[in-house]
């Protein structure tokens, strides 16, 4: 029996889906936020995360960025009443296999943990006698296990990543519509105006553009050397909008930001934070307008071990 772990702040609604899931073979753990999250995932191994996107603490989007930036591959489907185009971007940007807004009907969320859930078996299948090594670039696609790896570090995917990568290098050369690349990664519960496919694809362009092709990307162009950057981390989602904490005479200070181009690990901020103002970053998820913080000093660097004669 597959293992569903449902994390959401609403009591009822934990009930009537672990009542339901339970009907169509599931076995359902409940959580009410993520404070004990990690360790029902070390605990339980559940096969899939439901995980609502606004709750009290560490927010869904939070706690999603926090798994993919460990490597944690299992699937995930965010859960939501905000329901807008950007909201579906900014989750499955943060890692999301898939999203479904509230209200919904139960039977939706079950075919999408079925068809998230056979996505996640086909990329654990025993090796394709018909896959083989792809490579492109300094890039290696081991279609029989797959993996994903340069220079021989192994690049964790989600089962989503995966399906859509296989798909194009199965292509390659050959134009594809959005249509048909959801066909082949999402299968036949794909909507035609799912934009999923349009987050995944991230463009790192070494000069192999050509004429004729046709992409949707963010492509840098020049740096800014005055520009005001923060970790990713530090920005957060609340009902306002996206959002900073900035730290001030001990409090924590929600500041609405729009954010600008992200590269490293580290986000632009357009408007909205000045130069030389401090930010909340670990644990920013979980703050709150108003919050009393202490702010600790880093510890400082070890010296260097002297060389030995």
């Known amino acids: 029996m597959k293992k569903i772990l449902l994390v959401d702040d609403d009591p009822e609604l934990r009930q009537l889906l672990a009542t339901y899931l339970g009907r169509h073979g599931f076995d359902t753990l409940l959580l009410p936020d993520t404070r004990q999250l990690d360790a029902y995932l070390e605990r339980f191994q559940p096969h899939l995360v439901v995980l609502d996107l606004m709750m009290p603490g560490e927010d869904g989007l939070a706690a999603c960025r926090r798994l993919r930036g460990r490597g944690e591959t299992l699937p995930i489907i965010m859960l939501t009443a905000r329901d807008e185009p950007v909201d579906r971007v900014i989750g499955l940007e943060m890692g999301a296999d898939d999203y479904v807004g509230k209200p919904f009907d139960p039977r939706e969320l079950v075919a999408r943990i079925e068809a998230v859930l056979r996505r996640g078996q086909q990329s654990t299948a025993a090796p394709d006698a ?54 082949l990664t999402r299968g036949d519960d794909s909507e035609s105006f799912d934009r ?99 702010v600790k000093a880093a510890p400082a660097a070890r010296p260097a071990p002297a060389a030995k004669p």
């Open 196 to 294: 999923a496919i349009d987050v995944q694809v991230r463009l790192d362009n070494d000069g192999g553009l050509r004429a004729g092709g046709t992409v949707n990307g963010a492509i840098v162009t020049g740096r800014k050397p005055a520009a005001v950057v923060v970790p990713e981390q530090s920005v957060v989602l609340r009902p306002a909008g996206k959002v900073v904490y900035v730290i001030a005479d001990g409090k924590a200070r929600q500041r609405i930001v729009e954010p600008g181009v992200k590269q490293g690990g580290r986000i632009e901020i357009v408007k909205g934070l000045a130069a030389g103002e401090l930010v909340a970053e670990d644990g920013a998820g979980f703050l709150s307008d108003g919050a009393a913080v202490t």
């Open 130 to 183: 018909n896959g083989g090594v792809i490579t492109f670039g300094d890039w290696s696609l081991d279609r029989g296990t797959r993996q994903l790896s340069r220079s021989g570090e192994v690049v964790a995917l989600t089962s989503g990543e995966f399906a859509l990568l296989n798909a194009l290098v199965a292509n390659a050369r050959r134009p594809m519509k959005r249509e048909r690349l959801l066909e």
